[in-house]
């Protein structure tokens, strides 16, 4: 064996495996790999875990390599696709529509339950979703989980929420504009994630009418996903399998100690707010961190977003869930 490798060295040949007592060995390169992660600017508490993570050590005590990038709104599939980071977090009702249209990504896990409200000023006469219709619902875009969720919501009470007929109007601010918008009159009510939401709530400006952390609808259902680059998970599925495993790990500590993560991320300023009011939102969410609800979120909100036209219904939902969910070896199904 020595003899071949020296001749395939002479020649100018690489070999992309070492074999050592008859079992391949990772080569330099794969052993290099560093995991880009990609992370938003204006950090939220769907980011916990990752936090947690760097802070407790999870991803070193995994052997991961990593670096992270931060991304700023509304790019991060932009930066996904382009290679410039290897996986991320991601509200999953954001993607459908792009991966009905061909995004080339994968989903091997979703993180948590919550994270989304509608809420509407505190003397609003809007007291039940079903009081929406003919409403005005200001959204940070027409395809962000803030108008996705509600939408589903709104379209299960049979409102109308697309096309000819709507019965609800969707209206375009930037995420910083939309309290301001709720607050003027603008908008009848206005679909924000928390902390933010909780924070106008706990102002006395607002309240919420439908809430995805506890809905009867929605609680169960995890929103937050972590997809990563199609050709990241089939050059380097080990360094993946080491980031799923270390964000699962961060997951359950996040979930048995929401008063302590609140408290460390809010201070080291990963995220904005209060430590007690990030707390308190952090225990309405589930972090389950979790490969087989990922499929089962998946297929809901295409399925869900077909039904009301949000996706188009020449699309195969079966193959867009059995293309995109991809299970990654030496990775457990769940935190707990």
């Known amino acids: 064996m020595k003899k071949i490798c020296f001749i395939l060295a002479l020649a100018g040949l690489v070999l992309p495996t070492v074999w050592a007592k008859g079992k391949p060995q990772a080569t330099a390169a794969q052993e290099d790999f560093v995991l880009t992660i990609g992370l938003p ?3 939220g508490l769907c980011e916990a875990p990752f936090y947690i993570a760097v802070e ?3 991803y070193e005590a995994e052997g991961l390599k990593y670096r992270e990038f931060k991304t700023e709104p509304g790019t991060t599939m932009t930066h996904l696709t382009n290679g410039t980071v290897d996986i991320t977090n991601n509200l999953l009702a954001t993607m459908i529509q792009p991966l009905a249209n061909g ?5 091997p ?3 948590h339950t919550g994270c989304i409200k509608v809420i509407v000023p505190t003397d609003s006469p809007i007291t039940t979703p079903a009081d929406l219709r003919g409403k005005k619902i200001g959204v940070p875009s027409m395809n962000a989980s803030q108008r996705v969720i509600p939408a589903r919501v709104l379209a299960a009470l049979g409102i109308k929420v697309d096309g000819d007929g709507a019965e609800v109007e969707w209206l375009i601010y930037p995420s910083a504009e939309l309290p301001l918008a709720l607050e003027r009159g603008q908008v009848d009510a206005i679909g924000i994630g928390d902390p933010g939401a909780s924070i106008i709530e706990n102002q ?3 309240r919420a009418i439908i809430n995805s ?4 609808s929605l609680k169960d259902e995890l929103c937050c996903v972590t997809p990563v680059r199609s050709q990241t998970l089939a050059d380097h599925p080990e360094a993946v399998a080491k980031f799923l495993r270390a964000i699962q790990k961060a997951s359950k500590w996040v979930h048995e100690n929401p008063d302590e993560t609140a408290r460390i991320i809010t201070e080291k300023r990963y995220v904005a707010g209060d430590a007690a009011v990030n707390a308190q939102v952090l225990k ?3 972090y389950r961190a979790s490969v087989s609800l990922a499929k089962t979120a998946l297929e809901r909100n295409a399925r869900d977003l077909q039904a009301i036209g949000l996706v188009d ?3 195969d939902v079966n193959a867009l869930v059995n293309n995109t969910f991809v299970p990654v070896p030496n990775v457990p199904d769940a935190a707990f």
């Open 313 to 315: 219904k020449s699309v």
């Open 41 to 43: 600017v204006e950090g």
């Open 213 to 216: 952390a506890t809905d009867a």
């Open 284 to 286: 309405t969410y589930s």
């Open 103 to 107: 995004l080339d990504v994968k989903i």
């Open 56 to 58: 407790k050590g999870f």
């Open 204 to 206: 006395g400006k607002a």
């Open 109 to 111: 896990l979703a993180l």
